[in-house]
């Protein structure tokens, strides 16, 4: 059985199955992406709710796997030489699990790396500006009298959702034929902009051709309806 004792987070969060992976997370946009990536790979995992509503993610327990103080973050028992590994920032931990099961990631070099690159454009443009919009739009923000943030941050939204509807023209997946952890990794934060923040008609959504027909078809995966779901807070 492993010993994860060297991981102080495990006290905080015990692990009931250590020989699994161990996720700390909660079903957040960015959390969703680890949670769906290893309901898709099979991997055994043992989820811990992370309530940063309750501050969690910022107790010495958390941050002692992830410094940044942000979820989602993983202890793999079973890491490169056997070792136990943690890890946190989501798209890092994606490129790791798509390596360990050898899913969702080309193994193709050119491939490979345009992969690599929608998930950046993911990681770096689609989270954070979504996010503004729904902080402007949905929570604290709105209250600001001055609107000129939350329409920098739509209309940038619209332009990132053109990016995606161009890429997506005659193609089901970002990858083409193959879904991807570059899917994945989107997916979550295309549903929140539309449906949680509720920004469906702010960012014209309904306009859009390509875009919707590969979020219904994403969404309709059974792995990833059991993602959106987990970490839950019951």
Request: cysteine-free; aromatic content about 10%; overall charge negative.
């Amino acid at each position: 059985m492993p010993d994860l004792s060297a991981f102080p987070i495990t006290a905080r969060w015990p692990a009931r199955h250590p020989e699994r992976i161990q996720l700390y997370s909660l079903n957040t946009p960015n959390g969703v992406k680890v949670s769906i990536m290893l309901e898709e790979t099979g991997l055994p995992y043992e989820p811990h709710l992370v309530d940063i509503m309750r501050d969690e993610n910022k107790t010495a327990e958390f941050l002692s796997l992830n410094p940044n103080g942000k979820i989602p973050a993983i202890i793999d028992p079973d890491g490169p030489g056997g070792e136990p590994i943690g890890m946190f920032e989501s798209g890092a931990i994606l490129l790791y699990l798509a390596e360990k099961s050898g899913m969702f990631l080309s193994t193709a070099p050119a491939l490979r790396w345009e992969t690599i690159q929608w998930l950046f454009f993911q990681m770096a443009s689609i989270g954070p500006i979504f996010g503004q919009v729904g902080f402007f739009h949905k929570f604290g923000g709105r209250e600001y009298e001055d609107k000129r943030p939350l329409r920098r941050y739509v209309d940038e939204s619209r332009r990132l959702l053109g990016v995606l509807e161009a890429r997506l023209d005659e193609r089901p997946w970002l990858m083409g034929e193959d879904y991807s952890i570059a899917d994945i990794a989107t997916l979550g934060w295309v549903r929140n902009l539309v449906d949680f923040y509720g920004a469906r008609d702010l960012v014209h959504f309904d306009e859009l051709i390509n875009v919707p027909v590969w979020l219904e078809r994403g969404l309709a995966r059974p792995a990833v309806q059991r993602g959106l779901q987990v970490p839950g807070r019951g």
